[in-house]
């Protein structure tokens, strides 16, 4: 084994401070040694609780979509309903289905995991899952929070693809789970061989 | 109009607060007001210089990954070779020629755009850059810095996307570039009508 390959191995944590934690900010503060004997000092950790989005598709084939005002962004973005998964929520699939109800007023059918990523493996201990879900329907208004400014937008299925990789969805986290999910429907639509029926 | 659509205006920023700031971090708190009149605040804002990430394939058309200890994710991670670019890059391209270098000790023939997406609409400010390139090959060892912990894998570019989307590549950031990096090789691939030559 080579000394390089001596020096792959995790980092060992050997201390941890909170910096800041809020409502909306957990932040925390770690003091890393790696193998070779350097000390990585402050590593500041985000850990937000997971969150969850769902492409869920309704009988005219079109997806289910909020466009709202991202402040980071400072501006506009098309994305996938979804949010936290709160403490309440048991799964991510319930916590799919309390945003999509919350966000657009639309309830959908079966969820199927298309995805769950690191939202950023340097800065964040979370992770957001992605779902696919065919049946889409409106069932209620939306109920939404002071700080979420959006509107539905219905965007045919067809369309997604060069919607994600031509520019107009600028979320990276949406992007993959957009694509990952059509990758699943691809898989699991009626004629394929392979993937779960949708 | 609706009552809807008067809301649906960007907020007003109406005072910014630096939290914290440091070689590693630079967090500021943001008071906000919805065109409905709510106030949002704190909103945390995370702004670090832009990330740029380079796809680069070498003749044998492999890929030049990197595995790497991340301390969000808590694991090793393949990523694409990349990081932040500097006051000193004139471009994401010299940020990723010179990631590149440090990283893998490889070099690599013309860069082409891929996409430039937010990492994180909602806390981030900042872009990342993904960037595709052919004609990788050897130039120098890599020079990583003390909390780089990382090897080199070249990882067959017939193999990316079932990477990407089967859960081997967990960053979403990579994922993301990845699978659009990978629509604009099809599409500039010879024999395709479309696309830019790569």
Redesign the interface.
């Known amino acids: 084994m080579s000394k390089?390959?001596d020096?792959?191995?995790?980092?060992r944590?050997i201390a941890s401070t909170t910096?800041?934690k809020?409502r909306?900010?957990d932040?925390r503060a770690?003091t890393?040694v790696?193998?070779?004997g350097?000390t990585?000092a402050?590593?500041?950790?985000?850990q937000p609780s997971d969150w969850v989005h769902v492409l869920a598709i309704d009988e005219a084939d079109r997806a289910i979509m909020v466009r709202l005002?991202?402040?980071?962004?400072?501006?506009?973005?098309l994305?996938l309903p979804g949010g936290a998964q709160d403490a309440a929520d048991d799964s991510p699939e319930v916590a799919a289905r309390r945003e999509l109800l919350e966000e657009t007023g639309y309830v959908c059918g079966p969820m199927v995991h298309a995805?769950?990523?690191?939202?950023?493996?340097?800065?964040?201990?979370n992770r957001?899952h992605f779902l696919v879900a065919r049946g889409a329907r409106v069932s209620q208004l939306p109920v939404r929070e002071?700080?979420e400014?959006?509107?539905t937008e219905l965007v045919p299925v067809t369309a997604l693809?060069g919607l994600?990789?031509g520019?107009a969805i600028?979320?990276?986290?949406h992007?993959?789970?957009i694509?990952?999910a059509l990758?699943?429907l691809r898989a699991g639509s009626p004629g394929s061989t392979a993937g779960t029926q949708l």
Request: hydrophobic letters at 40%; glycine letters at 8%; a negative charge.
């Open positions: 390089n390959d020096d792959l191995q995790p980092w944590t910096v800041l809020d909306w900010i932040l770690d890393c790696t193998a070779a350097a990585i402050p590593y500041y950790l985000l005002y991202r402040h980071g962004l400072g501006d506009f973005s994305e995805c769950s990523l690191s939202p950023n493996t340097a800065s964040h201990t957001v002071a700080g400014t959006m509107q693809r994600a990789t520019g600028m979320s990276a986290l992007v993959a789970g694509l990952v990758d699943k």
